[in-house]
């Protein structure tokens, strides 16, 4: 038997609706739908204007975030930085982050660690607490 799957990400469940946080953010984790066992896939977009209002970190898998359309900001511990079209963001194991957009929205892909709702990320609500969105 071979071991691979090919899925639609728009097959996949919005988990943004279940938690309030639609239409100002659709995100789609995979790694469910993929069969993943030790790695991680989800598709996020975001409205214009629009934190996280929560900061995470998982502590033993890294991220890999690829900013595939607009630009915003993302926060890593105490570090705030630009990011733009065609960035990619590495994320070390215990980094808490989050990420806001600018006036153009933001989409991006992230890779590595299986998700928040595997239960194996540190949530922190209200961690981000700064001047506002960009």
Known sequence: MRDYAIISIDDVENSAE????????????????????NAGLSFQKLAPGFRIPFGHAHPEQEELYVIVKGDGRVKLDDDVKAVRERDVIRIG??????????????????????????????????????????
């Open 93 to 134: 194991a215990g980094v808490k982050h989050a990420i806001e957009t600018g006036a153009n929205g933001l989409e991006l892909i992230a890779f590595g660690a299986p998700g928040p709702l595997r239960g194996d990320a540190e949530m922190v609500q209200g961690w981000w607490v700064d001047e506002g969105a960009a």
């Open 18 to 37: 279940a938690f309030g946080l639609a239409p100002d953010l659709d995100a789609r984790f995979a790694s469910k739908d993929l069969g993943c066992e």
